[in-house]
């Protein structure tokens, strides 16, 4: 869903000052589909205003800049470094701590110890790839409620269907 509204909304508003231009109601309206949208639509509104007052209207390359923005975390950030500026990061979402914690990459209870981790135990030239994988094998494959373990080909390895199996 967040995809088809950015689409939407890059091809209308190609850049910040276009964007920038709208209410924060009519950002709204444009990205009601989306859950939070209206907490969204102000953080969306505010980093506007500082993209362009502070950063000329692009947007920081460090992390440390990043995550100063409204509504922008370490994930988000790392999204941000990975696939657009190339920048090896793994972005902790729901899908990579799950999968990571249950394959034993991780073993981990809160998403940052689980982003060291990782970081520890993949090398670093695939951080941008594994990040992907594990999010693709735990919307596909390992999911949340019903995984997919007896058809999933990491099962001999998996500590979560290992552990379970009991």
Request: hydrophobic share 40%; aromatic share 10%.
């Amino acid at each position: 869903q967040v995809k088809k509204v950015t689409n939407k909304l890059f091809r209308d508003y190609p850049d910040i000052i276009s964007f920038s231009k709208l209410s924060q109601f009519e950002i709204e309206s444009k990205i009601k589909s989306i859950g939070l949208y209206r907490s969204k639509a102000k953080n969306l509104k505010e980093s506007c205003s500082i993209l362009i007052e502070k950063y000329n209207g692009k947007v920081p390359k460090i992390r440390e800049q990043l995550i100063q923005l409204p509504g922008v975390g370490r994930k988000t950030a790392n999204v941000f470094l990975s696939i657009v500026t190339d920048v090896d990061a793994i972005a902790v979402d729901t899908h990579v701590f799950r999968v990571s914690n249950r394959l034993g990459l991780a073993k981990a209870k809160d998403v940052m110890k689980t982003e060291v981790q990782l970081m520890e135990n993949i090398p670093q030239k695939d951080w941008n790839g594994a990040h992907h994988w594990l999010i693709w094998h735990g919307r596909e494959i390992c999911k949340a409620r019903n995984p997919l373990c007896e058809s999933c080909f990491l099962k001999n390895w998996c500590f979560f269907i290992i552990s379970n199996s009991d």
